[in-house]
């Protein structure tokens, strides 16, 4: 319905048929221009405005709920990244931690002949000459135990710690010589033990496969030698008999090549200062030396020096 109001005569113009065409309308007194007012139904009005209205309510949910998803999803991934930042610098700080205490225990002594004796190194005096060159493989405090029946079958214990049999994944037996908290000089020895055995290469010298610096452990993982000790057969009737002659003269003398190399032909001399019947023996009772706490180096010129402990047995 829609009604215009006649200013002439006061009366109101009525419409409520289809308002086909408003562009201009003639009303009483030759006027062509009046207000008309058009009416409308309440629910029309509320329909028409609220659709406006009901899609910007729309997008304003549609802000809410996307805001509610993403701010908990950025913040659990925000947390995640922090944490696995974290875990990663631990590992790597952990990691370089471990191998900063592997470099410590692995020096190498600078035995050039060129050098004097006061620059010459030795294991007594701690005179140490830094060196990077030894390289050592090394296994994990895991490895290790797996390797060792969680050290289930140990060989012999001494003022070192104790030794165990275990096996590597790939089926190589070892021995592996772990470093006793009460040993007041097991340091000192495991630092000799792997600095020398790392750098000499003789078949008459037991082999070092690797070591083991995690936690609070420090091991030695070497080949794994079936004959135990050269003692264990001297010292005992039945067994002493095995060593005939033959087999006797060849120990002597695969000793003696591997004490000829230690003081002449290796790239270090050293003197073991700490031989005695407990060198292994392989397969083939081919003696090995081993044991190497108690060794000192010389310089390539020194043929004497003095000591500042009574060491051996």
Known sequence: MAYAYNDNNGECLLWDGALINLQQA????????????IRFAASELELETGSGSS??????RTIRVTLAVAAPVT?????????????RKG????KGKEHASHNILLFDFDTDPSSTSNESSTVDNGEKRWNRSVELPLFSYGSVLVATGQFSNKLAEGGFGSVYKGKLPTGLEIAVKRLSERSVQGLEEFRNETTLIAKLQHRNLVRLLGSCIERDEKMLIYEYLPNKSLDFFLFDANRGQILDWGKRIRIIEGIAQGLLYLHRYSRLRIIHRDLKPSNILDSEMNPKISDFGMARIFGGNETQANTNRIVGT
Do not use: D
């Not at 003639?26 to 007012?37: D, F, K, L, P």
């Not at 899609?55 to 304003?60: C, D, K, L, Q």
């Open 91 to 94: 590992k790597l700080i952990h």
């Open 75 to 87: 913040l659990i991934t925000l947390g995640l990244f922090i944490y696995f930042s974290c875990l």
């Open 55 to 60: 899609r910007i309510g729309n997008i304003r």
């Open 26 to 37: 003639e009303v009483a007194g030759g006027r062509t221009e009046a207000e008309i007012y």
